[in-house]
């Protein structure tokens, strides 16, 4: 069955340093993945998509990159900031028009100031 | 201001009634989600349409029904059948002309039966 696995519960960077999300998956050919940032008791918030022929998309402080070999997308946030510190998920997404999202459970961040 | 909106945003049940749950957009958008999440869990998807009156199980729709009669609107009925109701509820939307695309969420509904 398809999975998706996020690095890590939770993560604590200190302030300034760049913080590395992993997401793996197997059992799965994205067309797309996807990135959301969900603060406590609040919907996710989409932030970046990549597609399986990008190796790299950026976003202001924000990065990913997404090696459909390995099966494995990495989202940094450089020069992080306490206001960085929230939930990020990581999304799959198909190809067809029916092809439903699929996300992991998310790594929780905390850039200490 | 154009996204999706939940209401309310904490419900409180007694145990053996049915609930329901709003989710309303005006993103013009034609694909609708109704996802649960537990805590340490990742999102489980409920149900989900594509267009107006048709409306797909998801992976845990066992206790919950759905009606799509609008665009716009997308309830989520939580029933007494439904063992473990208690968690937090969002609704999402997709614009439909991609097959791809980010979902936008709604705030969430927190739901608590006793």
């Known amino acids: 069955s398809q999975k998706i696995e996020q690095n890590s519960e939770a993560l604590n960077i200190q302030e300034g340093k760049t913080a590395t999300l992993t997401c793996n998956y197997t059992n799965y050919s994205p067309a797309y993945l996807q990135w959301y940032r969900q603060d406590p008791g609040r919907g996710p918030v989409f932030l970046l998509l990549?597609?399986?022929?990008?190796k790299e998309k950026r976003k202001e402080r924000l990065k990913v990159t997404f090696d459909t070999t390995l099966k494995q997308s990495l989202f940094h946030i450089t020069a992080s900031q306490p206001a960085d510190s929230a939930t990020y998920l990581c999304?799959?997404?198909?190809?067809?028009?029916?092809?439903?999202?699929?996300f992991g459970k998310g790594t929780r961040l905390h850039i200490l100031p | 201001d154009g996204g999706i909106t939940q209401s309310p945003k904490y419900l409180f049940r007694k145990e053996g009634q049915n609930v329901t749950l709003s989710c309303e957009q005006n993103l013009n958008h034609d694909a609708m989600y109704w996802y649960r999440q537990d805590p340490g869990q990742g999102l489980r998807l409920i149900y989900y349409s594509q267009i107006v009156n048709d409306f797909q199980k998801g992976d845990i729709a066992e206790g919950y029904s759905v009606s799509r009669e609008k665009k716009e609107s997308f309830p989520l009925t939580v029933t007494s059948a439904q063992k473990n109701p208690t968690a937090f509820y969002l609704c999402?939307?997709?614009?439909?002309?991609?097959?791809?695309?980010?979902?936008?969420f709604g705030p969430g509904t927190r739901l608590t039966v006793t």
């Open positions: 999304a799959l997404d198909g190809r067809n028009r029916d092809d439903k999202i699929i």
């Open positions: 999402a939307s997709k614009g439909s002309l991609a097959a791809f695309g980010e979902q936008y």
């Open positions: 990549i597609r399986e022929n990008e």
